[in-house]
């Protein structure tokens, strides 16, 4: 069983980056579909990167496309989600999930993922 750890979040101003971190143990990532979602307050989770473990590629949503990039390092067993010209809209509760299903198409949705961290908290500043 996998257990995922994530870090680096914290206060930043808009048009900032911040790198966060999910660790795994237990488990390596690369054989998991790995995930980034984000739950504002009041708001459902929203799916923000993912990577199926048999794709090179990742997938972002259309509000992070091009200013957030997605990474994994199999040596350290972590993957990465590297944030760039933040905006307000994006502060949230970052959660790193991963799942093991063989779908042809990264799910989208929590219900696909099997394993969560406990979140960490972005805050961007206008």
């Known amino acids: 069983q996998v257990t995922l750890v994530e870090s680096g979040g914290g206060l930043v101003q808009a048009g900032g980056s911040l790198r966060l971190s999910c660790a795994g143990s237990?488990?390596?990532?690369?054989?998991?579909?790995m995930a980034w979602f984000r739950q504002a307050p009041g708001k459902a989770r929203e799916f923000v990167a993912a990577k199926r473990w048999n794709v090179v590629s990742m997938d972002y949503s259309d509000s992070v496309h091009g200013r957030f990039t997605m990474s994994e390092d199999t040596d350290k067993n972590a993957v990465y989600l590297q944030m760039n010209n933040v905006k307000p809209e994006d502060t949230a509760v970052y959660y790193c999930?991963?799942?093991?299903?063989?779908?042809?198409?990264?799910?989208?949705?929590?219900?696909?993922?099997?394993?969560w961290g406990q979140g960490t908290q972005v805050t961007v500043s206008s």
């Open positions: 237990g488990r390596a990532l690369n054989w998991l579909t």
């Open positions: 999930a991963a799942g093991t299903s063989n779908s042809p198409v990264v799910i989208q949705t929590p219900d696909g993922y099997d394993t």
